[in-house]
């Protein structure tokens, strides 16, 4: 099975292509960024599938990254993986940014929880714990930093996701530390192809996850007075 992956939901625009009878992911680029991943993604695609020396009609499904994440971002990397997966006749997978985190530690140990958290800003961030087995614990949400602590702290946990560090450093003293802490800015693409790969549900279109409404706010400057 040859399986693109796509994602664009936090600080950094990824593609790679995983042939499951390789058992490797036979090409992939990630470039960090804040923003820009609307103007980037497909030329990124583009390369990752030339240098794959593959096109859309050879792959077998795509997968993407659904969220927690950017808005901007999740809606640039699912609507991209829709046209893709519409355009070539195959199905389109979405995963949550979060599982994408957590997957390499649970194939490595699935016996310790696995803390993923994820910057929501404003002394928040949007968390999912596993447990043993990869069995969610603790199920997606936004939450205020000191209450993920809160629910975080049993079983000497690893810990990452973008917000991995803020979380450690808050870590109580008179508690088992963490056995691991990965501070990172994108979950890695080659398990967001993993991921796609081994998921069974080929039929429900990927939607975004987002756990809760746009920080945005009107101008004043810019609003039209009412008559």
């Not at 946990?157 to 917000?163: H, L, V, Y």
């Not at 979950?187 to 279109?205: E, F, K, M, N």
């Amino acid at each position: 099975m040859r399986v693109l992956a796509i994602d664009t939901a936090l600080e950094a625009c990824s593609a790679g292509v995983l042939d499951t009878e390789r058992a490797d992911m036979r090409v992939h680029e990630t470039v960090p960024m804040q923003r820009g991943h609307a103007e980037a993604l497909m030329p990124l695609v583009a390369r990752v599938l030339d240098r794959a020396q593959l096109d859309f009609a050879a792959l077998d499904r795509v997968a993407v990254t659904t969220g927690p994440g950017s808005f901007t971002g999740l809606r640039v990397g699912i609507a991209a993986a829709r046209g893709i997966a519409l355009a070539a006749g195959m199905p389109a997978i979405g995963l949550s940014t979060l599982a994408a985190f957590a997957a390499p530690f649970i194939a490595a140990d699935d016996t310790l929880p696995v803390v993923v958290v994820i910057d929501a800003r404003h002394d928040h961030v949007y968390l999912q714990i596993f447990g043993p087995g990869g069995r969610t614990v603790v199920a997606p949400r936004v939450a205020p930093l000191r209450e993920a602590l809160r629910v975080a702290t049993a079983g000497a946990p690893r810990i990452t996701g973008t917000a991995a560090n803020k979380l450690a450093a808050l870590w109580p003293s008179g508690e088992r530390a963490p056995s691991a802490v990965e501070q990172r800015a994108a979950p890695d693409i080659d398990w967001v192809a993993r991921l796609g790969a081994a998921a069974t549900d080929t039929h429900t279109s990927p939607k975004p996850l987002y756990l809760r409404a746009p920080d945005v706010h009107p101008q004043d400057a810019v609003q039209l007075a009412r008559r």
